[in-house]
């Protein structure tokens, strides 16, 4: 690992996830397209400094919707011209009971891990009023379906969908009026 990846690195988790960012790095090297697990905000620039070491490949980012929070860092070769399969499926879950309308992401997020799927595995959970979307890895997508019965205390029916039948929440940009001292930068900032 070069110095600027030592210094980027702060623990011993992070110095693990460089070398096996890095192991991905010298795989792809030799041919092979791979990919990360799910990565946080903090471990995405960690493999994006990995990635810049390496001319000799091409990688990206990838979180299954533009505007993922959760992503995966894709390495492949620089002759693969076709578009990379992220190995991600997208999961629809469902409350049967109509009346339920409290389950918040919290609860989406339990019920997934407490059935032993590692955070790692799956990306974002995207809520909405009627259920919630989870973006998980391929391998994992029977499981989970098979065994995701409840979430907090209602029943949920679970579908695989395509990327075109995601429905990503349309977030709506806050106001904020305040009075500022000055019309500095600073002050506003303040």
């Known amino acids: 690992m070069n110095q600027y990846l030592i210094n980027l690195t702060v623990n011993t988790e ?6 096996r960012l890095d192991d991905l790095a010298q795989k792809a090297l030799q041919g092979i397209s791979v990919r990360s ?11 994006e400094a990995v990635a810049v070491q390496y001319e000799d490949l091409l990688w990206k980012m990838d979180g299954g919707f533009k505007g993922a929070e959760r992503k995966r860092l894709l390495f492949y ?18 409350p049967t009971d109509k009346k339920v309308t409290s ?13 032993g799927v590692k955070r790692e595995k799956f990306g974002d959970i995207l809520v909405h009023d009627r259920g919630a979307y989870c973006i998980i890895d391929r391998s994992l997508t029977d499981y989970l379906c098979q065994h995701l019965e409840r979430v907090g205390r209602s029943k949920v029916i679970t579908e695989t969908i395509s990327r075109e039948d995601l429905q990503l929440p349309q977030s709506e940009p806050a106001q904020i009026n305040c009075t500022i001292p000055s019309l500095r930068l600073d002050a506003v900032l303040a």
């Open 14 to 19: 992070e110095k693990y996830l460089a070398a």
């Open 37 to 47: 697990d799910f990565l946080d905000l903090r471990q995405q620039i960690i493999g």
């Open 77 to 94: 070769p620089t002759w693969v011209t076709e578009d990379i399969n992220n190995h991600i499926d997208y999961i629809k879950i469902t």
């Open 103 to 115: 389950l918040s992401h919290r609860d989406y997020l339990g019920s997934i891990m407490n059935l």
